[in-house]
């Protein structure tokens, strides 16, 4: 690929390096570092000097910067690694623009210059790869009467190779974009335009690239999924622009270099107050229309016989939906980290909730709109994130009429537009980059569904427990009648098990009454009972899943062994069902030993491993240990709360066998506690057996 660097190039950098640390510092800071003051000169009109920028001026056929707003993106590389610093606003003195950039002392060798106009189309995340770096011509863009839209420009510094820090750096600059100059006339409507949509099929029009900055090359325009085939215009109604007659108007913008080629077709939506107009163009044979980076592209549009509709004004309730893997999400206004959380739904026209968070005010002001929740106004302030304010924000909705979907940008920057995370676990954000920004409005109601919760959602019960267990139950918008109960067999069956004697609603008392037979078997079992609460506006579930343990098989004078596998370091800790016993640990194993000696716990202090209620009787506990530093590592041992044996004070030695032994038959709890001394490193359980 060429470069888009022109032989006479018609912006210059000159720069002067001041306030450098001396080697004798001991801080590198780069906000105190060195400061680097560019002075870029821009000439000429538009149309003879393509590479230059910014703001062109058709009565004088010159290019100028703005007085305010204008800032670069400067990147210093060595020794292969890339460091970054947005300028401070340039100042412009007789149409020539300096900008401060601050980098520390650098004293690696050699050092290699670029830099990125606007320091907006510069990506943020994860882009210090000068040779693959990735920038973003914007799809939404609000040019002047005259001018495209200077935020939507992209011009590339030419790389400079140093052998030191420079005290004088000078640079030149190329336009990577193409710019269209649009004229659109004899539109049926006097009323002032509001928006312009040129829309190219197939083609990539705007969107993010990569670019090698040091060959001063864009690698790839428009990479996968980070393109859009339209570039978007937005005007106020106080620029009075107006395409009727055959004047009309000029809509300026940037875009990729591409083609439209003779019998393809472009298309052209105008918007105005109260219609929305649409004209499709076939390119004629031999009139290709070209877009080529670093020059213009002028052509007219003539709007006779464009198709009509009424401009669509929302107004009133919605919910804000994205669609990703067949998955609807809705969004909240509830902070989920810098973004605003994503709901699961399954939507309905109108959607009725009872989840005040999801539904949003959608009110027209002026040309654009609000979004708001009560007081609290959807916003943008920063990076990719959504946030509420008490002070409304503008926002400029845009609708694909052919999918029925929506674009919401921000009406004072917008290529911050809202979207759904690509990541199902992200929410909602104003984004620059390639997230799912196509969102749905649903109209929305508010409704009381009814809510039913239980305090808790599992119940664990020994294999003798016959006794009746209360769950507190809070049920809302629904009253004590409105409640019916379900007992299921297992965790997916239909059928009603026998083994539950008690599973009633106590709707005087809130709360769900539960009790069942004793575990004859020495198998476990489970259950769901399903609370369903039931009125005219809609249904709530809560389930409570039941497991009763199996009866032990162990008891005086029958011994069992259990030796710990390298499955069991990850279930341990949330409960390891042994005949009959489940176990559990205060800390989950740290490794199963690679040397085959068991359960590893490093450096236990306070660990503790114990087990539901066994009622056989126990006189004798034999463990088989390791320990790796000796008389550092103890155990201690209770059944049902009292001490079967001594303290065991283990041997630095693998898989020794140590007892604890009782007089008379306990039962209970057995809980096994792990200590180390300071020194001591870890401690190993190989298998357990009980008499």
Known sequence: MKTFFKSILAVAVCASLFAACSKDDTVSDPSNGRKVTMT?????????????????DPLTGKISWNETGEYLQVFETAASKTTYANSQEGTVSDGTAKFAVSFPENANTPLVYNAVYPASAWVTSNNTDITNMKVVTRTSQQPTATSFDSNADLLIAKSISLESQPTELQMS??????????????????????????????????????????????????YTGNFSDNVTLSYSSEMNLKANGATGMTAYFTCFPFEVAAGETFTVTVTTASKIFTKTVTVQ?????????GDSSTFAVDMTGAAEEATETLSGDYVITATQSEITYAMSSLADGIRLAPVMITPSNPYKTG????????????????ISQGENYLSWESDNGATTSTTPYELVITKNKSEGTYQIASAATPSRILAKNTQAAYGFGFYTGSQTKDLTLIPAEYVKLPQITLDQTTLTLSYNDTETHYIPVTLKNAETQDVSVAIYDGTEGTEQPDWITTGDYNGSENRLEVAATENTVATPRTARIVLTATTSLGTANATLLITQN?????????????????ADKDKIAA?????????????????????????SWSKPSGVTIKTSDYTGGIKKITLVMSANTANLSTVNVTVGGQALGETIS?????????VVESETPLSGEIVLTLNTESGGKSLMIKTITIN
């Open 40 to 56: 870029v000169t821009a000439s000429s009109e538009l149309e003879s000097a393509s590479g230059s920028r910014t703001t062109y």
């Open 173 to 222: 600059f190329g336009r990577a974009v193409a710019i269209g100059k649009m004229t659109v006339k004899n539109l049926a409507s006097e009323e002032p335009v509001l928006g312009v949509e040129f829309t190219a099929p197939d083609k990539k029009v705007t969107g993010r690239s990569y670019v090698d900055m040091t060959a001063g090359t864009v690698k790839e325009y428009g």
């Open 285 to 293: 044979e031999g009139r290709a229309l070209a877009f080529a980076a």
């Open 355 to 370: 989840d005040e968070t999801l539904i949003w005010t959608i009110t027209k002001s002026g040309d654009n709109y609000t």
């Open 550 to 566: 199996s009866k032990p098989e162990g008891g005086v004078g029958e011994t069992w062994t259990y030796t710990f596998e390298s």
């Open 575 to 599: 409960g390891l069902t042994v005949n009959g016993l489940t176990w559990t640990a205060s800390k989950e194993p740290t490794a199963f030993d690679q040397n085959n000696r068991g359960l």
């Open 650 to 658: 283990l041997a630095k030695t693998n898989n020794q066998e140590y």
